[in-house]
């Protein structure tokens, strides 16, 4: 097994929502932490708070949210799902990512913690991160900043010795009995004989040790990914332009992506609600509602989409919070690799998907849908409007059964078809469209409707016959000759 562990020194002050410099987390009088300018003037974690405005009177405070670190924890176990479905919450401050079964998926070793700790920092947080073949060590490792692989656990006992004690978390009686023995550094607590250590520190000490160096197991309990998605964040300021929204939104969709990869679903559509400021005139959340044209995980689709309707949004008040809900995942099928090693969307078919995804971001999702054949012989009544959903997984229409006989299929239809036919003119006989149309094929009798005669608003019966004809300059078009005359009722591309 190989730990990857995340921890977040400044975590109270990150989950903050708004911030000044010089700042500092207070907790029960005392410093939590401080930003890196209050730090540079010796304000330090566990400094009375009448001593740290001594040493800087300007210092900013705010008193801890451990209910939003918690909230900011699950939020990030959420968003590792992208890298390893085996994930671990310690409170109040660390993550750890099981990821040796995610090795070759991301490209090694290297290329994987690389990757992981440059994701988390695009969150909005500064990581100490550390690899271990145990998730002790792996913690401990991340505590003292020790950002080296340590892949093999016979390297273990030499990684570890170089560790301050604080690592360990001991009481401060503990540490004054660690002292009156000479011990001032994790290389001399492993020298000690464990039984003489258990006697004098009791069990957990050494117990401790024996898990971190891979002599006993350790097993962590895992991560519990909800059944719904539903995450909320706080925004450093109260926003009121829809475009200062899109950081916080992109953290949102990068930890719905990784709990969809970890459910192994997508989304067909997933829902932002802007909450706005509290004030005398109170007003409903806005509601931001993305859909898709084939259900996805892909979190560049997702932001893209987001990105599109932001630019169109008009913000009626100041938002405070934004949450996103996603309630229906769909299951996605498994996914073959391109031949050539090809990346992106158009080497897995996405781009039609993409496409729709954007137009319908720019112009209304009531602007652009799709069309769907009916059993009807008039052509106007052959297609109907739906909305552009493309099953998931699917690239190419399917293929026409083997079944249908070529005889029983209509003639050629055009790509265009006008909403209304238009009526040409007629010289001797013959259409005229910019000049006289040459007929290439046809005639094609369309004759039916008899049964909608009476209904209003319906097509009616109809007696045609269809032709295709070139113009002069060259169109190809589809016309047909009633009673009444020659009438252009399509195009062909």
């Known amino acids: 097994m190989l730990w990857l562990a995340l921890h977040l020194p400044n975590l109270s002050l990150e989950v903050l929502a708004s911030r000044s410099s010089p700042s500092a987390v207070v907790s029960h009088e005392r410093i939590v932490v401080a930003d890196d300018v209050a730090a540079a003037s010796g304000v330090l974690p566990g400094l009375r708070l009448a001593e740290a405005w001594g040493l800087l009177p300007a210092l900013a405070i ?15 176990a959420c968003w590792a799902g992208t890298f390893t479905s085996e994930v671990c919450v310690l409170p109040p401050q660390t993550l750890l990512l099981e990821v040796s079964g995610s090795l070759r998926l991301f490209g090694g070793t ?51 010795a170089r560790l301050p004690l604080t690592v360990l978390g001991l009481s401060a009686q503990q540490q004054l009995r660690l002292a009156s023995f000479g011990v001032r ?30 002599e006993l197991p350790d097993p962590r309990p895992r991560f519990v990914f909800p059944e719904r998605f ?6 450093p300021v109260r926003v009121e332009n829809a475009m200062a929204i899109g950081f916080a939104g992109r953290c949102l969709i990068d930890a719905l992506c990784g709990w969809l990869a970890v459910r192994g679903a997508g989304v067909s559509e997933c829902f932002f609600e802007f909450d706005h400021e509290r004030g005398v005139r109170q007003r409903p959340a806005t509601v931001l509602a993305l859909g898709f044209a084939a259900a996805t995980r892909s979190a560049g689709r997702i932001r893209r989409v987001f990105g599109e309707r932001l ?16 309630e229906a995942p769909a299951a996605l099928p498994s996914r073959t690799g391109s031949l050539f090693g090809q ?4 080497a897995g078919g996405d781009s039609l998907a993409a496409l729709v995804e954007g137009l319908q971001a720019r112009l209304g999702s009531g602007r652009v849908h799709a069309l769907s054949v009916l059993a009807e012989h008039r052509p106007e009544n052959a297609s109907r409007a ?34 209304r036919p238009q009526i040409l003119r007629e010289v001797a006989g013959r259409p005229q469209c910019g000049g006289p149309l040459r007929l290439l094929a046809g005639p094609e009798r369309i004759e039916s409707g008899w049964w909608d005669e009476a209904e209003r608003g319906a097509l009616g019966d109809v007696r045609r016959d269809y032709f295709v004809a070139v113009s002069p300059r060259a169109e190809w078009l589809w016309v047909f000759r009633s009673q009444i005359g020659w009438f252009l009722h399509g195009v062909f591309a």
């Open 110 to 160: 290297a290329l994987l913690f690389e990757r992981i700790v440059r994701a988390c920092a695009e969150q909005g947080f500064a990581p100490r991160a550390a690899l271990a073949p145990t998730p002790l060590a792996a913690q401990w490792l991340a505590l003292a900043g020790d950002a080296k692989p340590c892949l093999v656990s016979a390297q273990l006992p030499h990684r570890l």
């Open 185 to 214: 550094s994790l290389a001399d607590v492993l020298r000690l004989p464990r039984a003489g250590l258990t006697r004098r520190l009791g069990s957990g000490l050494a117990t401790d040790l024996a898990r971190a160096l891979g």
């Open 386 to 419: 739906i909305p552009p959903r493309l099953p998931a997984g699917e690239k190419f229409p399917a293929r026409r059964p083997a079944a249908v006989q070529r005889d029983a299929l209509p003639g050629p239809r055009p790509l265009w078809l006008l909403a």
């Open 311 to 326: 630019q169109g949004l008009a913000l009626p008040a100041a938002v405070e919070r934004i949450t996103l809900r996603a």
């Open 230 to 235: 539903v995450e909320r964040l706080e925004l």
């Open 62 to 76: 705010q008193e801890r949210a451990a209910a939003r670190e918690q909230a900011a924890l699950a939020r990030l």
């Open 343 to 346: 990346q992106g969307e158009s």
